[in-house]
């Protein structure tokens, strides 16, 4: 394991404890539950009745929903904090890293990650398993940080958000990636297909807590969800399929 991975691991085992605390309805305004949304009904769009991989799934909470659609839902995490949620929810999630997936090629009809890409040094590494861990025809779904975004600026503005025990988000390695660099990374033997922009125009948070904003905000969110300007999303989601 690298000293990122275990610098990572770490972070997201502390991470673990409060993870779910404003996901699943439990935040009022549910902007958590805006993003996880648009991203389940993205993997629905390709995974329905199909083999269905979550790389870096952590408590499940996607992956629980994708086992709905999917024929067969698995996920990998580095955290063991997470994994044991995600055990506990009944899912079929194993202790893997992104850069070395534990599956045979062709194993999957869709390869996802979602808000974990952006925390790997070595991204083609982990693109280049998705892909080959999918099999032909299949798609890998991968989600970037974009810094052409409202999201960037507020985090710009915020600084690193503390997870407890004195560690915040400047203990894991963060990048960021243009719309343009997504499709660069496109992983050998596949093809930028269709791109999807999630958290648009929502600054922040808090946003989706004002009684009156809150409603716009989230028909906004879902109207331009598959427009050009999913180009200036703070979540940039690229669609790749592989080759025949």
């Known amino acids: 394991m690298t000293s990122h991975d275990e610098t990572s691991k770490q972070y997201y085992d502390e991470f673990s404890k409060q993870y779910d605390a404003r996901r699943g309805g439990r935040e009022p305004g549910g902007y958590h539950d805006l993003v996880d949304d648009l991203e389940v009904d993205t993997v629905r769009r390709y995974g329905a009745g199909k083999r269905v991989l979550e790389v870096g799934c952590g408590t499940g909470l996607l992956l629980q929903r994708f086992a709905e659609f999917a024929s067969k839902a698995t996920g990998i995490d580095l955290s063991e904090g997470m ?35 952006a925390h790997i040094p070595a991204i083609d590494e982990a693109l280049a398993e998705m892909a080959r861990v999918v099999a032909p025809r299949g798609y890998v779904i991968a989600e970037f940080y974009n810094p052409y975004s409202l999201r960037y600026l507020a985090k710009r503005i915020a600084g690193a958000r503390s997870v407890g025990n004195n560690l915040d ?5 963060t990048r960021f990636d243009t719309p343009s660099d997504a499709a660069r990374r496109a992983p050998r033997g596949t093809r930028l297909i269709a791109r999807r922009g999630i958290r648009i125009v929502t600054p922040a948070a808090f946003a989706l807590r004002v009684p009156l904003l809150a409603p716009a905000l989230r028909t906004l969110e879902h109207t331009l969800v598959d427009s050009p300007m999913a180009n200036l999303a703070g979540f940039f989601v690229a669609i790749y399929q592989k080759d025949a």
């Open 83 to 117: 994994l044991a949620k995600a055990k506990a929810r009944g899912l079929d999630a194993l202790l893997a890293s992104a850069t070395a997936l534990p599956f045979e090629s062709a194993s999957f009809d869709v390869a996802c990650s979602f808000k974990v890409l």
């Open 169 to 173: 988000e400047s203990a894991v390695f």
